[in-house]
């Protein structure tokens, strides 16, 4: 007889033994041994039908192609540029793939500095880690303005909410751009007092990640601190 030891939204430990029996099915960062179904990790629980998934609740970014992240330079070649990444790995935006324009190699500097913001992309990771960025895809640019706040990576799909929610709510509530990378890093553009108040609101839903009802929770919050109906921030495209 098959029985699951947990529910949806628990917050579970390393070994913790989650399932009984062949009814469930083991999914991310869970495994199987014999009939029972194990936790690899610190994190909180998701049940999908049969399938035991867990969401880590803290760890480190782990750079994937196709990611959007935001990134900072931090250094300058010959063929373009080394963006740190928020990891312990660096990544290259070679010159042709910063613009969709022809830039000469004298010309780098018009597009990007040292310590400029970007939303890149991820577009190849090797076996050593050696990690490539694009810049020439719809939603990547420079950052101007606005202000960067950081987050656990790990805590980005609650920000982000089911299919946008969380994000559209915050959007709709403030008018502020907002830009989530999956490294962790969020850009926030929009009136000083809206800027702090998203800053507040995201740093809550990291603390506060593992609560049933944080949309609604947010929801309030978002009211209870915008005083004014917000002025839209057109979106960087």
């Known amino acids: 007889m098959s029985n699951i030891l947990v529910k949806d939204r628990d917050i579970v430990i390393p070994g913790e033994t989650l399932a009984e029996g062949m009814d469930y099915l083991p999914g991310d960062n869970t495994y199987r041994e014999g009939e029972k ?17 867990i969401t880590p609740l803290a760890g480190p970014y782990i750079p994937t192609v196709g990611d959007k992240i935001i990134a900072k330079v931090i250094g300058m070649t010959m063929n373009g540029f080394r963006f740190s990444t928020g990891t312990a790995y660096s990544a290259m935006l070679n010159i042709k793939d910063a ?25 190849k990771v090797t076996s050593q880690n050696l990690i490539d960025l694009t810049m020439k895809e719809p939603g990547l640019h420079k950052i101007s303005g606005g ?3 950081k987050i656990n990576s790990q805590k980005v799909p609650r920000v ?23 490294n962790g890093y969020v850009w926030i553009k929009g009136t000083p ?40 921030v057109e979106e960087k495209q």
């Open 99 to 123: 613009s969709s324009r022809f830039v000469r190699n004298e010309e780098m500097s018009s597009l990007l500095a040292i310590d400029d913001a970007a939303v890149v992309k991820i577009t």
């Open 37 to 53: 179904i194990f936790s690899k990790l610190l994190g909180l629980i998701g049940v999908n039908g049969r399938v035991i998934r």
């Open 193 to 232: 007092d809206n800027e702090r108040i998203v800053g507040e609101a995201i740093k809550l839903i990291e603390e506060k990640s593992h609560q049933e009802g944080l949309t609604e929770k947010m929801d309030v919050f978002l009211s209870s601190q915008i005083k004014t109906a917000p002025a839209k």
């Open 147 to 149: 202000r960067i706040v």
């Open 160 to 182: 982000i909410g089911k299919q946008g929610s969380m994000i559209n709510l915050i959007k709709n509530k403030t008018g502020c751009n907002i830009t989530v990378g999956q």
